[in-house]
């Protein structure tokens, strides 16, 4: 059996075991959480998911959003949310290994998952994501109209307004 490179254990995501053990752990309790997983970097436009995340904020005071993944970008993405006065409501977890990620299914701990990338050619954590039960919010970019078909929402290409919008509809008003 040869190995398929960029393929993703489905089963593995599908497991919810963990959510309640990995929510008390990172503090969560009835919050909606939007979910992040991914390195930190420059082009996958984390400062437009903050920025979005802080409009919806105001209507959803118990939303919370996570990161799981470090990077490069971590204490300009943390200062960020404190000018913005939201570092209460934004939670970086920091890297995971895989075979955590996988075995505790991370995702699981989320509501929706938010990815505002747009360097994405296959999109492997959206289908993590996707076969964990999450719906998803990207931008309309790339790979991301193939990856998640019927199994989220698509935005204009960099509309943080657009983003926003669909956070609060998956939040649930």
């Not at 984390?46 to 490069?72: C, E, Q, W």
């Not at 996988?102 to 959206?126: A, R």
């Not at 698509?154 to 307004?161: I, S």
């Given at each position: 059996i040869k190995e398929i490179t960029?393929?993703?254990e489905l089963s593995a995501f599908a497991k919810h075991s963990h959510r309640r053990s990995l929510r008390k752990k990172y503090g969560f309790d009835k919050?909606?959480?939007f979910m992040s997983v991914g390195r930190l970097s420059p082009e996958k436009h984390y400062d437009i998911l903050i920025?979005?995340?802080s409009m919806i904020l105001m209507k959803h005071p118990m939303a919370r959003l996570v990161f799981v993944g470090g990077g490069a970008i971590k204490s300009e993405l943390e200062?960020?949310?404190r000018v913005l006065g939201i570092e209460h409501a934004v939670k970086f977890i920091g890297e995971v290994s895989y075979a955590e990620l996988t075995s505790k299914n991370y995702y699981s701990m989320g509501d929706v998952f938010v990815t505002p990338s747009t360097w994405e050619t296959q999109g492997l954590s959206v289908v993590e994501a996707m076969a964990?039960?999450?719906p998803?919010?990207?931008f309309n970019y790339r790979a991301m109209p193939e990856v998640i078909g019927k199994g989220g929402i698509l935005v204009k290409h960099l509309d943080q307004y657009g983003f926003a919008k669909a956070m609060d509809k998956l939040?649930?008003?």
């Amino acid at each position: 059996i040869k190995e398929i490179t960029g393929a993703v254990e489905l089963s593995a995501f599908a497991k919810h075991s963990h959510r309640r053990s990995l929510r008390k752990k990172y503090g969560f309790d009835k919050e909606i959480l939007f979910m992040s997983v991914g390195r930190l970097s420059p082009e996958k436009h984390y400062d437009i998911l903050i920025t979005a995340f802080s409009m919806i904020l105001m209507k959803h005071p118990m939303a919370r959003l996570v990161f799981v993944g470090g990077g490069a970008i971590k204490s300009e993405l943390e200062y960020i949310c404190r000018v913005l006065g939201i570092e209460h409501a934004v939670k970086f977890i920091g890297e995971v290994s895989y075979a955590e990620l996988t075995s505790k299914n991370y995702y699981s701990m989320g509501d929706v998952f938010v990815t505002p990338s747009t360097w994405e050619t296959q999109g492997l954590s959206v289908v993590e994501a996707m076969a964990s039960g999450l719906p998803v919010v990207a931008f309309n970019y790339r790979a991301m109209p193939e990856v998640i078909g019927k199994g989220g929402i698509l935005v204009k290409h960099l509309d943080q307004y657009g983003f926003a919008k669909a956070m609060d509809k998956l939040a649930g008003s």
